[in-house]
C-alpha cells in the first residue's frame, strides 16, 4: 500500500491491492456506500458536513469533507473521498480536508504491517456548505 494519490482516499470491501491502487488505504471493508443508513445518505446529499475517522493500532487521522446532491452513495464496495468536485455512485464526500499522501504516515505504515483498520463515518446535521450548479 502506498498511499501516495493526491487527490483521492478509498476504502474497498476487495480484498487486495493493486500497485495502481495507490489511493486504497483500507481492504476487505465490512461495508460498501450502498449500506450506509438512509438518513445519514439524505443529510450527505443535502450538503452536510462528513467526517472519516481512520484508525489503527492506536494511530487515528481524520478527513473532513461535504456531501452533495449528485452523490449516488450507491457502490457497494468502494466509498471514496475526493478533494475535487466530482460526484459518481463511489464518492462519500467532496472538497475533502486529505487525500490518502496526506494521511499520518504512521497510521499508513500500521496498515501495512498488517494492522486491523478501524473505519468511522459521521455526519454532521445542521452544517451545510452552500451548493451550486457549478460544483458539478
Known amino acids: ?24 488505504v483500507a481492504v476487505r ?7 450506509l443508513p438512509d438518513d445519514m445518505k439524505r443529510e450527505i446529499r443535502r450538503g452536510a458536513m462528513v ?6 493500532a ?15 452513495l450507491s457502490d457497494p464496495v468502494r466509498m471514496i473521498v475526493r478533494r475535487s468536485t466530482y460526484t ?7 472538497r475533502a480536508s486529505k487525500a490518502a499522501r496526506d494521511l499520518d504516515r504512521r497510521l499508513i505504515n500500521e496498515i501495512r504491517g498488517g494492522g486491523e483498520v478501524e473505519v468511522l463515518i459521521g455526519v454532521i446535521p445542521g452544517v451545510y456548505v452552500h451548493v ?5
Open 1 to 24: 500500500m502506498s498511499a501516495r494519490h493526491r487527490t483521492t482516499l478509498e476504502i474497498t470491501r476487495e480484498d487486495y491491492l493493486t500497485p495502481k491502487g495507490d489511493c486504497i
Open 29 to 35: 471493508s465490512e461495508i460498501g456506500l450502498s449500506d
Open 51 to 56: 467526517v472519516l475517522i481512520i484508525c489503527s
Open 58 to 72: 492506536g494511530v487515528c487521522d481524520s478527513v473532513v469533507g461535504w456531501g452533495h446532491p449528485g452523490l449516488g
Open 88 to 94: 459518481d455512485d463511489k464518492t462519500l464526500m467532496i
Open 132 to 136: 451550486s450548479e457549478s460544483l458539478r
